[in-house]
């Protein structure tokens, strides 16, 4: 009788086990909506698995400690975890295994200035654009590389980032700052003053798309600043307007004619600094300008992104009179494929 009761015993034992076994592979999720949990570094698998049952990611606190049982050589990342959707007790080991930590993904694309970036932190609920517009405005992260630099525009390097939600607007100015290093020194700058190159290559940025006209607009802003000509870049008319807060998404002759000291209008030379953040081929085009005789350029008429460049104004007023009569008659032909064709019964009186 002992012994049936011992194997009934051993019975339930192992079959109990192999339940428990089992579970771990189904799926739950005790949470209606995004749970995060934030495991600090050294956090104790006790502790890990208590805060996953509270957080509803386990259903059980043991199940998670007898999965790591099983896999004793895994080991927990610190970070912060977002639980979404149901997920079984083993996929939730593996995922602390992995460091799966959420992240927010941020992509600063190439001519992209402080305002923007802000707008973007802001619209991803990251940070506010208050904040990042505040930590940008202090040029501390590169006053060892560039002491005259106003602010941080032009130094916050367009690439794709990954941010936290305990990420601060001064810890993503630093990631940016620290990306903008790197591309500067793979770039071989030897002795170019960094401030004036980052200034130049964010016109450059702004005013020339296609790749291969860079080093020329280089050339032509280089030849006008070394005659003491005004470099009149309507991007920089823009930039004064958005510091005055005052931009409505056009150049108005108020523009042209403000006196503020980005407006290269007004003001012959460089702008007090960048006014957008420049890629690699805008600085590298800054680095290495084309040698021309150019001092003009005016953008073709086709949508092409490409420019007419010319070494005198006769030609540049040429240029722009082709580039105005371009843009009439494709104006013209819009509107004509918009006007509606003769009626049948027009047609047939």
């Known amino acids: 009788m002992r012994l049936w009761r011992l194997a009934a015993l051993t019975v339930l034992v192992v079959g109990a086990a192999g339940l428990a076994v089992h579970s771990l592979s189904w799926k739950y999720a005790g949470f209606r909506t995004d749970v995060f949990l934030d495991i600090p570094k050294g956090t104790p698998a006790r502790a890990v698995a208590s805060e996953l049952a509270e957080a509803g990611a386990v259903r ?3 199940q998670f400690l007898l999965a790591r049982a099983l896999r004793p050589r895994a ?13 079984s007790t083993w996929e939730v080991l593996e995922r602390l295994e992995k460091g799966d930590i959420f992240y927010y993904q941020v992509t600063v694309p190439e001519g992209s200035n402080l305002f923007d ?11 506010p654009a208050a904040e990042f ?22 130094y916050l390097f367009p690439d794709t980032y990954r941010l936290s939600r305990h990420t601060t607007a001064g810890q993503s100015c630093r990631q940016m700052t620290e990306r903008f290093r790197r591309a ?34 280089a050339s032509v802003y280089l030849n006008r600043l070394q005659l003491g000509i005004p470099l009149q870049c309507d991007p920089t008319t823009i930039y004064a307007a958005l510091l005055e ?11 042209l004619d403000n006196k503020q000291r980005y407006n290269t209008y007004q003001h012959a030379g460089l702008p007090p600094g960048p006014i957008a953040n420049p890629g690699r081929t805008a600085l590298k085009a800054a680095l290495r300008p084309a040698q021309t005789p150019y001092l003009y350029f005016v ?17 540049h007023q040429r240029a722009v009179w082709k580039y105005r009569r371009g843009l009439t008659q494709a104006k013209q032909a819009t509107t004509a494929k918009q006007l509606p064709g003769p009626s049948a019964a027009s047609r047939r009186r």
């Open 299 to 315: 953008a073709r008429p086709d949508g092409s992104g490409a420019h007419v460049f010319s070494k005198d104004l006769a030609a």
């Open 117 to 127: 970036i802000a707008a973007a932190l802001e619209s991803q609920q990251i940070l």
């Open 133 to 154: 517009l505040e930590a940008a405005r202090d040029p501390t992260l590169v006053r060892d590389l560039a002491p005259r630099a106003p602010t941080l525009e032009g």
């Open 245 to 255: 807060d005052r931009y409505r998404g056009a150049i108005h002759r108020s523009d």
């Open 75 to 87: 080991r927990i990342q610190a970070g912060e975890y977002l639980f979404r959707r149901p997920a």
């Open 184 to 217: 500067w020194q793979e770039l071989d700058p030897g002795d170019a003053d960094p401030h004036a190159t980052v200034t130049l290559a964010s016109l450059i940025e702004k005013e020339a798309s296609l790749e291969p006209e860079r080093p020329l607009v």
């Open 60 to 62: 059980y606190a043991w």
